[in-house]
């Protein structure tokens, strides 16, 4: 067998892996597509037929990576056409571990690990409220539908409520902690935050899109921002600084708020289609930034800032998708929120190797 014919046996194979890394791995089952399966394992089937007609001692690597692949990949089938098939209860208590999820995976990103001093307290209040609303689903099931199964993901709801709420309480401690000069320099910092929220989420991008609660979140943060400021020259903290900090909060304040006005007036004059076409087009436009900045690229040199920006997009559009599908089905808007969930869990799952690789571990 010729090298050229090997090699491109081995790029098939590849092909195939590629295909299984993005559109299973770390995927819940119950979402995946058996028959996508199946047409993977036809194509590993065409590879070890070309490569068994050649010397075995040229294409042992192969035959055994292949079928160890097909394998694999029949044992996935079997699994997804299983609990496809089974009790639809179990399917949708799959579905609310999926959103749990997600849920900590952003919570790792924007929390664990890092300085609280720096967290943005107002994120974190959302991610007790959305923990609060998904156990409130699962505690209705479990009242038509009582299972250990339902059991267990309550006990995993409550014991993350806690931790969030928890750390909660120590951000909230520390915000409070040191000099009146240490927290007008947290202050400063937290306007900051919220300033690159809103360029990394609003600015230049489609109104239609936008999620009016974040918007909204960040107005609310930076008024709590702009009272603690001048709380602290109440105290008697007197700094130029500070006076020049307190007026840009002023100023972007009052713009963001006209924001919210803006956003929600887009929306009174647009039809569920037209929010189905903008928040598949807010997706697209992050996944192309991804493919730009992340795809194939150095985990070493890439910004975990950007990636979390692109990350949090990508969460507010699924949670917008998601309730559109409770007020109606519909199948855009159905398939895009499939693929914006696809795409933030395999996103989620760079950014945890990409901090692994810049922190060494």
């Excluded at 664990?112 to 943005?120: E, F, H, I, L």
């Excluded at 539908?145 to 014991?159: D, G, N």
């Excluded at 320099?185 to 489609?206: D, E, K, P, T, V």
């Excluded at 690229?297 to 890439?302: I, K, L, M, Y």
């Amino acid at each position: 067998m010729n090298e050229a014919n090997t090699s491109d046996l081995d790029k098939r194979i590849q092909q195939v892996a590629s295909t299984y890394a993005f559109r299973f791995a770390g995927q819940p089952r119950h979402t995946r597509d058996p028959e996508l399966l199946d047409q993977m394992i036809l194509e590993l089937d065409t590879v070890l037929a070309a490569a068994r007609i050649q010397p075995e001692n040229e294409v042992k690597d192969l035959l055994e990576k292949a079928s160890s692949m097909r394998s694999l990949y029949e044992q996935e089938a079997q699994s997804i056409r299983e609990l496809q098939a089974g009790d639809p209860v179990e399917v949708l208590v799959h579905d609310y571990t999926s959103w749990l999820q997600l849920l900590h995976d952003r919570y790792q990103r924007n929390f664990a690990g890092q300085s609280r001093s720096t967290r943005d307290l107002a994120l974190l209040v959302e991610c007790i409220e959305d923990i609060e609303q998904l156990t409130g689903r699962v505690s209705s099931l479990a009242a038509r539908e009582p299972r250990s199964s339902i059991t267990e993901l309550l006990a995993t709801l409550e014991r993350r409520m806690d931790l969030y709420k928890s750390e909660r309480t120590a951000i909230a401690g520390v915000r409070q902690s040191g000099t009146l000069e240490e927290q007008a320099g947290r202050l400063a910092n937290s306007a900051n935050a919220q300033f690159a929220l809103y360029r990394g989420h609003f600015a230049g991008r489609s109104r239609l899109s936008r999620r009016p609660k974040l918007i909204e979140r960040i107005v609310a943060s930076l008024a709590q921002i702009k009272d603690q400021m001048s709380a602290l020259i109440a105290q008697g903290y007197h700094s130029e600084m500070n006076d020049k900090n307190l007026a840009v909060v002023n100023r972007n304040h009052d713009m963001y708020r006209g924001e919210v006005t803006a956003i929600k007036e887009a929306r009174k004059d647009s039809s569920f289609d037209d929010l189905v076409n903008a928040f598949g087009g807010g997706a697209n436009e992050l996944i192309e930034q991804y493919r730009k900045e992340f795809a194939g690229q150095d985990r070493r040199s890439r910004e975990l800032a950007d990636l979390n920006v692109i990350c949090e997009g990508l969460y507010n559009l699924a949670q917008q998708m998601d309730e559109l599908d409770r007020v109606r089905e519909h199948e855009g808007n159905q398939r895009n929120l499939d693929v914006v969930l696809d795409h933030l869990r395999l996103y989620q799952r760079e950014y945890a190797l990409i901090r692994s690789a810049q922190s060494g571990s």
